[in-house]
């Protein structure tokens, strides 16, 4: 490989990594604009359900879709087209006169974000390497923890929470210009069919996995571990500021923290995994996450802080070890069906489970969102226990029987 050749692979990848920071950012604004867009359209605390709806709607129809398009485009030209839809929808945000308008924007934003989220592991997996792809996934903690303080600084500033989407869609746009220069060194469209891990080159159908009792249990892992980060990352900034009355400033940091030690778990268990075993580190993750939610039941602001980077910190290894643990807790055959339902499961639980939260704390108040992540924590772990009995079986009923 020539050394030009090697400095545009170099190229893409840094774009692709600022792209995954891209995506942080967007996701890490809406916990901060949360209580503005509610004074700004008049809504209910509730209201929120419907753009996170909207958004995982568009993100699981992108993910879905966009393989076919990248097999007939390549990455390059996917990646350029999905972060410009990106930053349409976000300027619409910036401009939309209505809540309902704001809504149906979000179908872009989701089908952008997931087309770009999808596209790019596809890529990574199939032409780099496994530690290449976890430094990609921490750059979204990146961009998580970014989001939430660039738009605190908007509105403590008493600027509008516009400003900050119109901010991120400028990120947007200027990497999909970005895009256009590497859509000849991203020409790959056989990533469109590669599979990431250790998976089995003939996968069972559909059909024979969904008979697995573990993965319905994988897939309920997934949506109640989505549903707790979610939750967490989109109200704290809300349940501090309105519930418990501490500056919004505090509660934008404290957002932000909670992203942080999240990107710093990711790299720090990621290297222990093979020490601690996945078993071992789900679990003890899955433990501290509950004591975290326990924590912040706590009224006190500095446990509030304690608890949050916690949180963080707890959940970080969860997803991905999940994500790498599959073929040993469903088999090689179903491993590339389950890792599919288990995206899909994560999806809705970002979108149900934070719009649940909502529901509850609008009829019993904002401290109703404690006794919620301790409950989901709860389920969390328990469901795991069960998955983890149900793989121990399997393993005894397959094993051979000595004569």
């Known amino acids: 490989m020539s050394i030009q050749s090697r400095a545009g692979r170099h190229y893409a990848l840094g774009l692709s990594f600022a792209a995954f920071v891209a995506l942080g950012i967007v996701n ?27 958004t995982t709607v568009g993100f699981v129809l992108g993910s879905v879709l966009v393989a076919q398009f990248m097999g007939r485009a390549g990455v390059g030209w996917t990646l ?8 349409a929808g976000l300027f619409g945000y910036a401009l939309a006169p209505g809540w309902w308008v704001l809504v149906m924007l979000g179908l872009a934003v989701g089908w952008a974000s997931g087309a770009i989220d999808t596209a790019l592991n596809i890529y990574v997996a199939a032409t780099r390497s496994v530690r290449t792809m976890n430094w990609m996934h921490a750059c979204f903690g ?5 989001g939430p303080l660039v738009m605190t600084a908007v509105v403590t500033g008493g600027r ?27 020409n790959f469209r056989g990533a469109a069919h590669a599979t990431p891990g250790d998976v089995a080159a003939h996968p069972a159908p559909a059909g024979h ?18 549903g707790v980060e979610s939750t967490a990352g989109q109200w704290t900034y809300t349940w501090f500021t309105e519930g418990r009355g501490i500056p919004g400033y505090l509660a934008g940091t404290m957002t932000s923290v909670f992203w942080a030690m999240l990107t710093v778990g990711r790299v720090v268990f990621g290297a222990a995994a093979a020490r ?42 969860i997803f991905p070890t999940l994500t790498s643990d599959t073929p040993n807790r469903v088999g090689r055959r179903h491993a590339a069906n389950t890792i599919g339902l288990q995206t899909g499961a994560a999806s809705i639980g970002f979108a149900i489970l ?50």
Request: no cysteine; glycine share 10%; hydrophobic share 60%.
């Open 160 to 186: 509008s929470w516009r400003l900050g989407y119109l901010l991120a869609g400028l990120v947007h746009l200027g990497l999909g210009l970005l895009f256009l220069s590497v859509v000849r060194t991203m």
């Open 276 to 317: 601690l075993g996945t078993t071992r580190l789900l679990r003890l993750s899955m433990v501290g996450t509950l004591l975290a939610s326990l924590l912040l039941l706590a009224p006190w602001i500095p446990a509030g802080f304690v608890a949050i980077a916690l949180l963080g910190l707890s959940l970080a290894a």
């Open 142 to 146: 990146i961009g998580a923890t970014i």
């Open 80 to 87: 350029l087209a999905m972060n410009l839809l990106a930053a």
């Open 354 to 403: 934070p719009g649940t939260a909502g529901a509850i704390a609008t009829r019993a108040g904002l401290e109703s969102l404690g006794p919620f992540l301790v409950v989901t924590s709860l389920l969390m772990l328990l469901t795991n226990e069960v998955a983890l009995s149900f793989m121990r079986r399997r393993r005894v009923d397959q094993a051979p029987v000595g004569l």
């Open 28 to 54: 890490g604004l809406l916990g901060v604009a949360w209580p503005s867009i509610r004074s700004t359209f008049q809504l209910p605390l509730d209201a929120l359900v419907a753009l996170l709806a909207s």
């Open 209 to 226: 996995t969904l008979r697995l009792t573990v993965v319905w249990l994988s897939i309920l892992l997934f949506l109640l571990y989505t």
